[in-house]
């Protein structure tokens, strides 16, 4: 019968459209955690933690012209670290008021 044929085709349509549909939507939503997995992964810190932040105050002419912030990895390299950071804290010498440093 040609009815049965016409029958059998909305049949096959109905189905590959609602199964379209079902995988249409199950892609789109890996789709979106799959992108929103990517963005919150860049809000993380890659790389060692700064464990101390040591300053330099600069001056150009008796005027302040900045401040320069530097982070010290502590737990990566932890002589060095400790080594710059008493470096930018300065030393004091006996007979002067200030203290020596970087």
Same mark, same amino acid.
């Given at each position: ?39 919150? @992964? ?11 932040v040591v300053f330099f105050d600069i001056e150009i002419?008796?005027? @302040? ?33 200030e203290a020596e440093g970087y």
């Amino acid at each position: 019968d040609d009815n049965g044929k016409v029958e059998l085709r909305n049949v096959k349509r109905k189905f590959f459209s609602r199964t379209g549909l079902y995988i249409m939507l199950v892609a789109g939503a890996v789709l979106v955690l799959l992108l929103q997995t990517s963005v919150f @992964a860049e809000d993380k810190p890659k790389g060692p933690k700064v464990t101390d932040v040591v300053f330099f105050d600069i001056e150009i002419g008796g005027e @302040a012209a900045g401040r320069i912030e530097i982070g010290l990895f502590g737990k990566t390299v932890p002589k060095t670290a400790e080594n710059f950071k008493q470096l930018a804290l300065g030393f004091k010498r006996e007979g002067k008021d200030e203290a020596e440093g970087y």
